[in-house]
């Protein structure tokens, strides 16, 4: 193939464009906004400067993609810590078990992270990426059913509207997409979309904590989570570079911490455990405190179209987006890339074919069993509105108990942690011995 274009450049386009790089001539990565030498922030990343976790599987896929087995994550942003042993977890009432899982989580500095991959992807000689050019359409042609290229804007001349033709196009542009809308325009079809708002926000500065505190600490990152329906407030803290810690408190539905230093003080001394708090009186910020919001999880469902149009492939946030409270969004992009990988490779099949529409809709069904571990909790809060999961209630039933039962149960946290990951299959907590226990979890407390 001679050339793909990847809209949005981002982690999610700069990824798109390392794995398509070795089967294409050129890969052009068009962004909207404006980028910057020092670090991975910009406009259109509202999430960028708060938390951020990518799980143990998604952290495998980075190292594939990247071609670096040996990569090392601290310098890409990431801070390792054993999801039971180094994190001390409040959840659904009780302090999760700790004990030495095996199983690292990747806690982000996203500004750091987003910032290292780029500077790998674009050392690739044939992608270049063009900042500052907004794509406001698709080159639609054979009455919608192929995709030949993009048209897009430069800078601040809205007048001049530039082309490029591909052989492939892919929107890596995340929630913001623009492809129902252009879709839509070009009478393919109109996309469905499945929501559930639980209106997350996060509220997040970062601190220095004296060494003295440090050294008394047993965890590396601790994390309190509300108790539905009985609380809506949260909040976690890990460490990050040069020596700073990264605070974000949560609020679902309405709940959202101040932004004063004051406020954001009062609001983590009302958390349902006083930990937070307690570290943060001995801290000292380092940052101004930002505040972010996000509805909730959003599914377009691009698998119900047929026919999909030729030479045209959406991922990621752009397919759909959890509520970031899950730590599920970067993971699941790369294993969409994965999927791309994997259909590249197969010679036999080209990617300007129909062929393209297969892997859209694996890439689309995909999203059901993350979209079910965000949207099932989301309803157990009070105000969550949207489409429930069908037996929503049998399956939160079931999820607290097994959460409670993490709090004093080795193997069941284990199987948890495994699960969450992607590490296993979810089955792995429906065992004949798991049942049993949550049975006797309800029955007797």
């Known amino acids: 193939m001679q050339r793909a274009v990847v809209i949005g450049g981002s982690i999610a386009g700069l990824m798109t464009a390392k794995t398509l790089s070795p089967f294409f001539r050129e890969v ?3 962004e909207k906004d404006t980028l910057n030498s020092e670090n991975g922030l910009h406009k259109g990343v509202g999430q960028g400067p708060h938390s951020h976790v990518l799980l143990p599987s998604g952290m495998e896929i980075l190292k594939q993609l990247l071609d670096s087995p040996e990569l090392n994550p601290r310098e890409y942003g990431i801070y390792p810590a054993d999801a039971a042993e180094d994190l001390k977890w409040f959840q659904f009432g009780v302090w999760k078990k700790r004990f030495h899982s095996g199983v690292n989580m990747g806690w982000c500095q996203r500004s750091q992270f987003e910032w290292r991959v780029r500077q ?6 044939n992608i270049l990426l063009n900042s500052k050019s907004r794509v406001i359409g698709l080159m639609v042609a054979e009455e919608g059913s192929h995709i030949s290229g993009v048209r897009y804007q430069t800078g601040t001349d809205k007048k001049e509207i530039n082309a490029l033709e591909a052989d492939l196009i892919i929107d890596a542009s995340g929630r913001g997409t623009h492809t129902p809308k252009w879709l839509s325009e070009a009478n393919i079809t109109h996309i469905r979309e499945d929501e559930v708002r639980a209106q997350l926000s996060y509220t997040t500065s970062r601190f220095k904590l004296p060494d003295s505190l440090i050294k008394t600490l047993d965890w590396k990152v601790l994390a309190i989570y509300p108790e539905p329906p009985l609380t809506s407030r949260g ?4 460490p990050i570079s040069n020596g700073e810690w990264m605070a974000t408190l949560i609020g679902i539905n309405g709940e959202a911490a101040p932004i004063d230093m004051d406020g954001f003080m009062e609001y983590a ?5 006083p930990d ?14 930002m505040n972010y919001r996000c509805p909730g999880s ?6 119900h179209i047929k026919p999909w149009p030729d030479n045209f492939l959406v991922i990621g946030d752009a397919v759909c987006s959890f509520n970031p409270i899950y730590g599920q969004g970067i993971t699941m992009m790369l294993f969409d890339l994965k999927k791309l990988e994997l259909f590249l490779k197969q010679r036999e099949i080209n990617p300007t074919a129909r062929h393209i529409g297969q892997l859209q809709r694996k890439i689309s069904q995909s999203k059901l069993l993350p979209w079910l571990m965000a949207a099932s909790p989301d309803f157990m809060h009070t105000g969550t509105t949207g489409k429930k999961p069908l037996g929503i209630g049998i399956i939160n039933g079931y999820t607290k108990a097994v959460m409670k039962l993490a709090g004093k149960d080795e193997d069941i946290h284990q199987r948890f942690i495994n699960a969450f990951s992607f590490l296993k299959s979810p089955a792995v907590l429906m065992t004949p011995g798991v049942i049993g226990k949550v049975v006797g979890q309800k029955l007797f407390g």
Request: hydrophobic content about 45%.
């Open 28 to 30: 052009v990565i068009l």
């Open 120 to 125: 790998d992807v674009l050392s690739v000689d």
């Open 235 to 238: 909040g976690l803290i890990y």
């Open 269 to 273: 001394q009302s958390l349902p455990q």
């Open 276 to 289: 937070l708090y307690d570290v943060l009186q001995q801290a000292t910020a380092v940052s101004e405190t």
């Open 298 to 303: 959003l599914w377009r469902r691009f698998d």
